[in-house]
């Protein structure tokens, strides 16, 4: 089943819209009152996540489930110049992002980054720092190349390698790593698009 899709803005147009899908998917597929509450929180923080990019920027946002398993989708094509987005950046007086700090923090960095149009077709988008680690390219259909970052190949490498103190602080204090079974984040052709996948009973 897939919801009604609803278009957001940054400046918060369509997130009670947004909210309104995520309770009536819940009354629709008969969740239990916890599982409902994690479908609106995930949805409080993907929203939340969008409402936070600097600019005038839209996107679309539904759900997804089928046997149980639900994704919340928030997809956008590249609107944000990387000008405007120097501008914005300028303002803070270490002229860089203050607001990209922990795990929801550091997504909307990467999401932000690829609404850039000059970054729509940069394949190293989240080839290095944080996110360096759980990204790789992924064929697509034709030529096109999908470059993909999943929440459990980044968790997978964190156990395998040296661990990283910090990275596993700002996971634990995130709601959506805590609650979600799995959050992608896909670029392909001037699309960004962001996944957050739970099981719900």
């Known amino acids: 089943m897939k919801s009604d899709v609803v278009t957001i803005k940054s400046g918060g147009e369509g997130f009670a819209q947004a909210l309104e899908q995520a309770e009536s998917t819940a009354r629709f597929r008969s969740l239990s009152d916890k599982s409902a ?15 936070a990019i ?4 839209e996107a679309d946002f539904w759900i997804e489930d089928q046997d149980r398993d ?3 989708h928030l997809k956008a094509e590249t609107m944000m ?13 270490t002229g860089q992002n203050e ?13 932000e980054t690829a609404l850039e149009p000059e970054n729509r077709n940069v394949p190293s988008l989240m080839s290095g720092g944080w996110f ?4 790789a390219a992924m064929p697509a ?44 984040i896909t670029i392909k052709k001037g699309v960004v698009e962001l996944v957050i996948c739970k099981k719900l009973v």
């Open 37 to 51: 509450l994690y479908l609106r929180l995930l949805t409080e923080e993907m929203t939340g996540m969008f409402r």
């Open 54 to 57: 600097a600019g005038e920027n």
């Open 70 to 72: 639900f994704e919340l």
């Open 81 to 93: 110049t990387g000008e405007l987005r120097r501008k914005f950046l300028a303002v803070s007086t």
């Open 99 to 111: 607001a990209a700090k922990g795990f929801m923090g550091k997504i909307r960095q990467v999401f």
């Open 132 to 135: 360096g680690t759980g990204a």
């Open 141 to 184: 259909m034709g030529e096109i190349q999908a470059e993909v970052w999943s929440l459990n190949q980044y968790k997978s490498s964190l156990d395998q390698g040296a661990k990283d103190e910090e990275a596993w602080d700002e996971l634990e204090k995130s709601v959506v790593s805590k609650l979600a079974d799995d959050v992608r």
